[in-house]
């Protein structure tokens, strides 16, 4: 079983960057979708918008698609950001935040102030995957437990990453380099998993 | 990579029945739960509610486990029965159905009951399968269209069996043989989906 190239259902420039990376330590092309289908994130769960990513670029490409759901899921807060990361600035759970500079910026601003006086720091980073065949496929999952700062570090990495310290690391997520992130990352363990089965089936 | 054993995450006889048939045409024997962890299946898709149920059997067994989550999907029930299928009986959709007999009986005379009137009897048996190996596993997805009888059919299978009648076949899912049910069922496209995967990657 050969799998030299993937289809990645997103056009994240974040994303793209990590799971081009990702992949080609294992040989793998990661080929960007000419076209952002603009997939509604419309379910409850991580596995599911992973699933319909993966669907809607299938049936649009029919080639091997993978797709990642994330997010960072605050106990604090609820579970949120959650599925809601990257447009929790625009969710009513905790009152909208003006995007001035970026989303990714947003977001944050919107997480610090709810997080203010908040003592439990405690958050852990998700993420699924699946790579989708056509009627049949793989998933994985990966997450990183660590704890919210109190102000952005760093400037690598996207998303939430400036404000996310990971358990055993004193830098922020943004403040690692590529390496260091992937090995620590929900995305580079999710990776990780997914090819493990890919490359001997996980039932060795 | 082998697969001699899975834990089932049901103890749902009627599928229990199938699985172990389905399965063992790959000499893969199919184990039952001592316990059933009676999973809400609370979500809003197929393949979430199999990955919730393949979660809590692997959480309690440690074993490579298979979950199935399928299902009537009617387009002039507006999609329903759906993912209720199993309690539809008791779904406040169209009002609820007394058991008088089994829940399966229920959930038919409700189906046939909101059919009476309606033209458009196509409906679609929908079955997504989920393999959890631990942080990974593989997915598949099998369907089977047909129509929805006006009056139960057959004393075979279970569930909506007795009212649907597969595309192509004379009889209902009822009055199949199990081989011929097996040959056309959403659940056995399933397994073979999935089975083609684990065999050779899908990927060749």
Redesign the interface.
């Known amino acids: ?3 030299k190239k993937v289809l990645l259902a997103t056009t994240n420039a974040g994303k793209v960057k990590e799971m081009k990376r990702l992949l080609g330590f294992y040989g793998i092309d990661a080929e960007v979708p000419d076209e952002d289908l603009r997939i509604e994130e419309g ?3 991580f ?2 918008n992973a ?1 319909l990513k993966a669907q809607a670029y299938w049936e649009r490409y029919r080639k ?1 698609t993978l797709a990642d759901d994330s997010g960072l899921v605050v106990p604090a807060l609820g579970g949120y950001p959650g599925i809601f990361s990257s447009r929790f600035y625009s969710h009513e759970y905790g009152g909208k935040e003006e995007v001035i500079a970026t989303k990714d910026d947003a977001n944050i601003r919107k997480v610090l102030r709810l997080m203010k006086e908040v003592k439990d720091r405690r958050a852990t980073f998700v993420a699924f995957l ?1 790579l989708n ?10 997450e990183c437990n660590g704890v919210i700062l109190t102000e952005p570090k760093g400037s690598g990495g996207f998303g939430y990453d400036p404000i996310f310290q990971p358990e055993g690391s004193e830098k922020s997520m943004a403040e690692l380099t590529p390496e260091e992130k992937d090995l620590l990352s929900h995305r580079g ?1 999710a990776v990780r ?2 090819m ?3 490359k ?5």
Chains 1, 2 share one sequence.
């Open positions: 079983m050969k799998l379910s409850s769960s596995l599911e699933y091997p699946v065949l056509g009627y049949s496929g793989y998933w994985s999952k990966g363990k998993n997914l493990s089965i890919i001997n089936g996980g039932l060795t």
